[in-house]
């Protein structure tokens, strides 16, 4: 399974993106799916995430701006990012889980600036 990430970009504070993330291979058995971030000098933590059934979770600092979806085959899964803040500044790496492995996609960097 490979995944591969596109989106990411230069907004100014206020603006959106939307960050795409294609997998690649087998998706049998594929449960969650979502995106971490990682900030300069900062660990990485959770940004969304989505299950097989489609429930899903936010981290308190992105609840009512960014949104979460995925195809229903789970060969893709996307992140949709509004009212970007400068504190969103980071990587952003999707991965998708199947059983006891995680699968990851390169990052891509979204950078929030006026």
């Known amino acids: 399974v490979q995944l591969q990430a596109s989106g990411g970009g230069l907004v100014q504070p206020g603006g959106s993106l939307r960050l795409s993330c294609a997998v690649f291979?087998?998706?049998?058995?594929?449960?969650?799916m979502g995106w971490y971030r990682q900030a300069p000098g900062k660990q990485r933590e959770l940004v969304a995430r989505i299950t097989a059934g489609g429930s899903t979770d936010y981290a308190e600092s992105v609840q009512g701006r960014f949104t979460i979806s995925r195809e229903i085959r789970k060969t893709a899964v996307y992140l949709q990012m509004n009212s970007l803040k400068p504190e969103d500044t980071g990587f952003y790496y999707c991965?998708?889980?199947?059983?006891?492995?995680?699968?990851w996609g390169q990052g891509t960097l979204v950078t929030v600036s006026s």
């Open positions: 991965y998708a889980n199947r059983g006891p492995i995680d699968y």
């Open positions: 291979g087998s998706i049998f058995s594929i449960n969650v």
